[in-house]
């Protein structure tokens, strides 16, 4: 974020209090390149609350999803999985493929790079 908001000339500062509004633009990949990976990958299909802190940060509470790695697929449900906000961000790459449901505009697919913490909610 603090990348995209330098590209256009938007001053950023320390961040107090509660985060606002995150804008996420879209990404350069397609979702199928986002799902291609040699090993374990936890695909969330569902999430219900972004949770940052002042302390950076982010825990994302997710319904539902997978966990698949090669042809095996593990369905889970309820799990929070959480970084630092730049660790998590600033790793991440965006598909360009757009949604917009609810509260939500932006990427139809975000793909996070670990280490993460996960754990059932």
Not at 7 to 21: A, C, D, L, Q
Not at 79 to 93: E, H, K, L, P, V
Request: aromatic share 14%; proline share 6%.
């Amino acid at each position: 974020m603090y990348d995209l908001a330098k590209r256009k000339g938007i001053e950023t500062g320390p961040f107090v209090g509660s985060y606002g509004n995150v804008v996420v633009e879209p990404g350069d990949h397609s979702m199928e390149q986002l799902k291609q990976y040699n090993g374990p990958i936890l695909v969330v299909k569902s999430f219900s609350s972004f949770m940052p802190d002042p302390n950076g940060r982010v825990k994302l509470e997710c319904r539902q999803g997978y966990l698949a790695d090669g042809s095996k697929r593990t369905d889970v449900t309820n799990f929070i999985f959480g970084s630092f906000y730049w660790d998590m961000f600033g790793n991440a790459r965006f598909s360009r493929e757009m949604m917009h449901t609810g509260n939500y505009h932006g990427p139809k697919a975000m793909r996070f790079e670990g280490p993460f913490e996960v754990r059932k909610n």
